[in-house]
C-alpha cells in the first residue's frame, strides 16, 4: 500500500490561498474581457451611426446645392433657347450626366456624337446601347476625312500648341448639324476642375471665335468625385473602358494623352497599338518614350 504523506498545514493553507486568488482572477480577467469587448461595439456602433448620419447629410447637400444648381441651368437654358437645345456626348461619364439631368429637363433634345473615326469600338457600342436603353434622340456626325488621312495629309500630329485636329474632326460637324437643324446651342459635360483653361468657364458660355457655337455647361462647377458620386446615387450605367483603367473617354490615339495612355492601349487593344506603332508620322509620345 502506498501512502502521501500530506504537506504541513501552512503550507497547505498558502496551497489553497493562492488557487483561490487564481480562480478570482481568471473571473475578473473574464469580466474585464467582456466589458472591453462591449464597449468596442458600443463605440463602433456609434462611429457607424454617425458616419450613416455624415453620409446623408452630404447626399442631402449634394442634391440641394449641386444637382438643384445644375438642373436650373438646364430649365433656364431651355427656356432661353425655346427647346432649341442639343446635348453634346462623348460616351465619357461627364456628358452621361449631363444627358442624364437635360432629360429630365426636356426629354425630347437630340443627343450629338461626334464619331471622329478614332474612337475606342467599346465606346462606339456603348454609345448605342445607351441610345436603345434609354430611348433618346442620337445623332451620329463625323469629319468628312478620317483622322489618320488628316495627319497624313498635314504630316504632323496635334499639339497642345497647335489642336488642328480638333475642330475638323468635332466642332465643325457638330456645328453643321446644329445648322441644319436650327438648333441654337449646346449642352456639354465640361467642367471647370478639368484644366486651367477651363477655370473661367461659365454656365453659359458664348463664343469668343469661331465656330460660334454657344455651350450650356450644367456642371461646370463639379469636380470628379461628385460627378462619380452622382453615377453612384442612380446607378448610372458607364463606358467599360473605365473598368480597364482609362481615365479619359476620347480619341484613342490622341496625341496629348502620356505615355502611360498609350502603354495601356499597348495591352488593352494590341492591334490599335500595333496599327499606330507602324503609322508615318511617328506618334510623338511613342518618340518621346521609345514604346516599342
Given amino acids: 500500500m502506498i501512502c502521501f504523506r500530506l504537506p504541513k498545514s501552512s503550507v497547505c493553507a498558502e496551497f489553497f490561498k493562492s488557487y483561490k486568488m487564481c480562480q478570482v482572477s481568471r473571473y475578473t480577467w473574464t469580466k474585464l474581457s467582456v466589458s472591453i469587448s462591449c464597449s468596442e461595439t458600443e463605440e463602433m456602433l456609434r462611429i457607424s451611426t454617425v458616419e450613416k448620419g455624415v453620409a446623408e447629410v452630404n447626399q442631402r447637400m449634394f442634391k440641394k446645392h449641386r444637382v438643384k444648381q445644375a438642373s436650373e441651368i438646364l430649365e433656364t437654358a431651355n427656356e432661353l433657347f425655346d427647346g432649341k437645345l442639343a446635348i453634346a456626348f ?39 446601347d445607351l441610345a436603345r436603353n434609354w430611348n433618346f434622340d442620337l445623332r451620329v456626325v463625323s469629319p468628312k476625312k478620317s483622322f489618320f488621312r488628316m495627319v497624313t495629309d498635314k504630316g504632323v500630329w496635334a499639339s497642345h500648341e497647335d489642336r488642328w485636329c480638333c475642330r475638323p474632326c468635332k466642332e465643325d460637324p457638330t456645328v453643321d448639324l446644329l445648322v441644319k437643324e436650327d438648333l441654337q446651342a449646346e449642352i456639354t459635360g465640361t467642367t471647370r476642375t478639368e484644366s486651367l483653361y477651363r477655370r473661367s468657364l461659365a454656365p453659359i458660355k458664348m463664343p469668343k471665335k469661331e465656330p460660334y457655337l454657344i455651350r450650356v455647361n450644367p456642371i461646370y462647377d463639379w469636380n470628379q468625385q461628385e460627378v462619380w458620386s452622382y453615377i453612384h446615387l442612380y446607378n448610372l450605367p458607364v463606358n467599360p473602358l473605365y473598368g480597364k483603367g482609362y481615365r479619359r473617354i476620347g480619341c484613342w490615339c490622341c496625341p496629348l494623352n502620356g505615355p502611360s495612355h498609350f502603354t495601356r492601349v499597348k495591352s488593352t487593344h494590341p492591334m490599335l497599338y500595333k496599327f499606330l506603332r507602324d503609322f508615318t508620322p511617328r506618334h510623338p509620345a511613342l518618340v518621346r518614350k521609345k514604346i516599342k
Fill in 90 to 128: 462623348s460616351g465619357g461619364k461627364d456628358s452621361l450626366v449631363a444627358i442624364h439631368l437635360a432629360m429630365k429637363v426636356n426629354p425630347k433634345l437630340p443627343v450629338v456624337f461626334s464619331s471622329t473615326t478614332v474612337e475606342f469600338p467599346e465606346t462606339l457600342s456603348f454609345v448605342r
